[in-house]
């Protein structure tokens, strides 16, 4: 008789520990989230310990809620205390990753989580019913899309990201004509447009909000060589004037439009013949059993249902999404017409791919 106990072989997946694992890290990034917004990490960034009462009174909120949001970073071995003296500090080392204290403030990603929460219910109606969750839904995504790209695209620009492309820095500097599409606050252009005053910068993107504020940055710095319009590219492959710019850019700009492929057929007809399409977009793989290793990949699956996906949907379009994939991503932009593509990832950012393209 055969021993069948010996096909039963041990698991080392414990999944129960690691969904109550999962509990506690979404506490915890609720609690960072609003010790990002209220300033609290900030306040308590290389500061000596302290009591809840003098950390309300630093920050100017309401003692009881600080005393709770205390206790709870320290049940997430984040915030150190002292009960004798009921005090409570922030190590430097974490400091450094939740602050703008460091090279990289994380809490700054803590934002999506209650960010997404906060239209559920929307997405669910869409599961049942179909269609899409609208901009209009989400009220503060470009001011934290703003945020993300501070740590991903502004620190590595100059030094990491335009250098992909031979010989872009020098003419940037002689003067070139310049489009970011889907541009968001614009903060990227912004950047590039103080640095290099003999070139034209333009912005493209649907939100009004994200445009004003961009316009109200541009003015405020005194940049009479950037503009910025509320455009919607979903005709851009018809409507682009053929040979504007020299240069296109769009940072996580093509995954949640409505009509990407349309987008991508009008850049490549607004570039001149030497132009170049400057492309930062999720580093993922098309095919889902690839992504198993992702290190973001649960979190990008979850923001692309609650928003880059939904979103194109909701204005009839393809519902791309977040993970689309280097393999796809290289399939459009050879469908819109660009020959020569190279793939490049840099070493700060694990989330991206960088493509550089030419007509």
Avoid at 176 to 201: K, N, T, Y
Avoid at 210 to 228: C, D, K, M
Avoid at 289 to 305: N, Q, V
Avoid at 345 to 354: A, V
């Amino acid at each position: 008789m055969c021993d069948t106990t010996l096909a039963i072989q041990p698991t080392t997946d414990d999944f129960e520990a690691r969904l109550v694992q999962a509990l506690n890290h979404g506490g915890l990034l609720l609690l960072t989230s609003l010790g990002y917004r209220t300033g609290l990490l900030e306040a308590m960034a290389g500061q000596p310990p302290i009591t809840s009462q003098a950390l309300a009174e630093r920050t100017g909120l309401q003692e009881r809620y600080v005393r709770e949001w205390l206790g709870g970073m320290v049940a997430a071995e984040v915030v150190e205390t002292d009960s004798a003296t009921a005090s409570y500090w922030l190590p430097d080392e974490r400091a450094a990753l939740l602050t703008d204290r460091g090279e990289a403030n994380l809490a700054v990603y803590a934002q999506f989580m209650p960010l997404l929460g906060s239209v559920e219910d929307d997405v669910l109606r869409c599961f049942r019913e179909g269609g899409g969750v609208p901009y209009s839904r989400y009220p503060r995504f470009q001011e934290v899309m703003a945020s993300d790209s501070g740590q991903t695209v502004l620190p590595a620009l100059f030094d990491g990201i335009l250098p992909l492309a031979p010989g872009l820095i020098e003419r940037l500097e002689s003067g070139i004509r310049v489009l970011d599409c889907a541009c968001g606050r614009g903060r990227a252009l912004l950047a590039m447009a103080e640095r290099f005053p003999a070139s034209h910068f333009t912005g493209y993107d649907l939100s009004e909000e994200a445009i004003g504020w961009a316009r109200a940055q541009a003015e405020r710095a005194g940049l009479t060589n950037l503009s910025f319009e509320v455009r919607d590219l979903s005709d851009f492959d018809t409507t682009a004037t053929p040979g504007a710019f020299e240069l296109v850019t769009t940072f996580d700009g093509i995954h949640d439009q409505g009509q990407p492929r349309r987008l991508l057929k009008g850049i490549h007809r607004s570039l001149t013949s030497d132009g170049i399409y400057l492309v930062q977009d999720i580093h993922a793989s098309s095919h889902h059993h690839l992504d198993r290793e992702h290190p973001l990949g649960a979190m990008l699956y979850a923001l692309s249902i609650s928003h880059c996906m939904t979103v194109s949907l909701a204005q009839g379009g393809e519902g791309l999404g977040t993970m689309w994939g280097r393999e796809r991503a290289l399939a459009y932009l050879e469908e819109a017409g660009f020959r020569d593509i190279q793939v490049h990832q840099l070493e700060h950012d694990i989330q991206n791919d960088y493509f550089v393209c030419r007509p």
